[in-house]
């Protein structure tokens, strides 16, 4: 009899994971990387519960790191099966998959040298650029709409999930006896109507199903009223002789708004002005984009029958170098640069944000969701001066957060794709999002559509039989005790204060070195940066 178990991806947004085991196959769906508070990335060092060399295939939705991310350490700890994917997610996966092991390394190397000064021992990275590349060879693409036999019990097929070229809803048959158990894993289901991608499949029938609630409880901005909107913000900022400034995830978000761009210059909208790419991450992904046909919507095919790039026009330049990245801190005015990353926590966005956020005549526009703790949700926030790169810099660019192009569905379209069903599941498995999302798509599905849904925690298994799900429990709690937000910060001011005498003394008689006093100092700067006092 088929198991499920909710390995990641329930109660939160990151580290997508479901292990489904048969008689005779273990497959994961997902693989994603815990992203975020340091209690949810702890989770990124447990293992999926089973031995990882028994793992026989890894389904994967699509290329994002939250649900691709934690392929190459599975591998490095003895995954041999095989990957399915679409060829679009394959060919993201082989670019994206090295740059997050290069990332896991830069962040190894940085906690290390600040251990060893501690006298604690290094901690190697979650997994290298070299990991990376190794589990490649694991990956296998399969068509949409290929129906693919695992073995005698099991069979799958792709569906377009409209969400990122490539994206996913998988759709998995196990035969029990003489019936046919089917589950429908949702993956990130898009937007109707979008740029570049087709619509999301609609699926109708099901016994069990498990969808995305990461805006599950909230409605998108017009899009069109979207696109006006960055066209009056790039025409006022450049009549003003200033910058614009775009943070924009690499795969996906980027190639959103150049698509978007290039129909504005080809129409006249927008004058001729340079336009940045400012990642070598994205460029390579908008070149995988453009190959990728198959993913296209019948817009985005006109574009190229009629001879149109959908992701050129005249002025665009992609950057690669870090030479030519530092050539554009020169740039006074009248340009677009997007760069990466899309939450300014890493990446070539912070140079451009540190160059650009104190000139009152330069724009920032945010097209992302920023999460909480991270520098774009500091600025979005209307934080009055910011640390990047060591240095306090004030926030004196116009700041815009345009978040009608989320790659996402929102709560509309998540029930009417629910809707959609006409042979409805037995149950609904709410994941991919926060408590008050997930609980309030929960209680709109039951009632619009009289669909029993469950919230699973992490770890929490279920036997999937023909009639209802059988809860069995939870096989493997979170130990981190959950403390609100007042005892979080009570917890830590105490902590400070224990070391605040210490400190002193130690700055006094000359106990520290140089650099671990300029290390000092930007802490107690980026301290007093973020406390508001009443």
Request: net charge negative.
């Amino acid at each position: 009899m088929a198991k499920l178990t909710f390995r990641g991806g329930a109660g939160t947004v990151t580290g997508s994971c479901y292990l489904l085991e048969t008689d005779n196959l273990r497959l994961l769906v997902d693989s994603g990387l815990f992203q975020g508070k340091k209690e949810l990335r702890t989770l990124n060092y447990r293992s999926p519960l089973v031995p990882l060399n028994t793992i026989d295939y890894i389904l994967l939705t699509h290329a994002h790191i939250d649900h691709s991310g934690l392929i190459p350490r599975f591998y490095k700890n003895g995954f041999r099966g095989k990957v399915l994917a679409t060829r679009a997610t394959v060919e993201l996966c082989e670019v994206m998959l090295p740059d997050s092991g290069h990332i896991q390394e830069l962040e190894a190397e940085w906690k290390n040298r600040k251990a060893k000064r501690r006298g604690e021992k290094p901690r190697p990275p979650l997994y290298t650029a070299a990991d990376a590349i190794s589990c490649l060879q694991c990956f296998q693409p399969v068509s949409y709409g290929e129906d693919v036999q695992l073995d005698e019990q099991v069979r799958v097929r792709f569906l377009d999930a409209g969400h990122i070229l490539g994206s996913a809803i998988i759709e998995v048959w196990v035969k029990e006896n003489d019936e046919e158990i089917k589950i429908v894993f949702s993956g990130d289901l898009g937007n109707s109507g979008t740029s570049i991608v087709r619509d999301p499949f609609q699926v109708t029938a099901a016994d069990y199903l498990l969808i995305e609630s990461t805006y599950g409880n909230r409605l998108h901005e017009s899009m069109v009223d979207q696109s006006e909107h960055i066209k009056e913000i790039i025409l006022n900022t450049i009549s003003n002789r200033g910058n614009v400034i775009i943070p924009a995830f690499a795969v996906g978000r980027t190639q959103q708004i150049l698509y978007i761009l290039n129909g504005m210059v080809e129409s006249g909208e927008l004058p001729r002005i340079p336009v940045f790419i400012d990642s070598p991450l994205a460029v390579s992904a908008t070149k995988i984009f453009r190959d990728c046909r198959e993913c296209y919507n019948q817009e985005s095919l006109w574009l190229l029958r009629k001879g149109d790039d959908p992701f050129y026009f005249p002025g665009l330049k992609c950057v690669r170098s870090a030479d030519e990245s530092r050539a554009l801190n020169h740039y006074k005015g009248g340009a677009v640069i997007i760069s990466a990353s899309g939450m300014c926590d890493a990446g070539r966005i912070k140079h451009h944000l540190k160059h650009n956020l104190w000139r009152p005549e330069s724009a920032v526009i945010f097209i992302g969701f920023q999460a909480e703790g991270t520098l774009g949700r500091r600025i979005l926030d209307g934080t009055k001066k910011v640390k990047i790169m060591g240095e306090l810099i004030n926030v004196a660019a116009k700041i815009y957060s345009l978040q009608g192009f989320s790659a996402h569905a929102d709560q509309s379209g998540l029930l009417n794709w629910v809707s959609g069903f006409t042979q409805k599941p037995r149950r609904i498995f709410i994941v991919h999002g926060e408590a008050s999302e997930s609980a309030a798509l929960a209680e709109l599905i039951t009632k619009e559509t009289a669909i029993a849904t469950s919230i699973p925690k992490f770890s929490e298994e279920y036997l999937i039989k023909s009639t209802q799900p059988e809860y069995i429990g939870i096989t493997e709690p979170l130990t981190v005790r959950a403390l609100d937000k007042r005892q979080q910060l009570l917890t830590a001011i105490g902590r400070l204060e224990s070391r605040i005498s210490g400190l002193k003394n130690g700055i006094l008689a000359e106990g520290y070195e140089d650099e671990e006093i300029r290390e000092l100092d930007e802490a107690i700067q980026e301290l007093e940066e973020r406390i508001t006092l009443p």
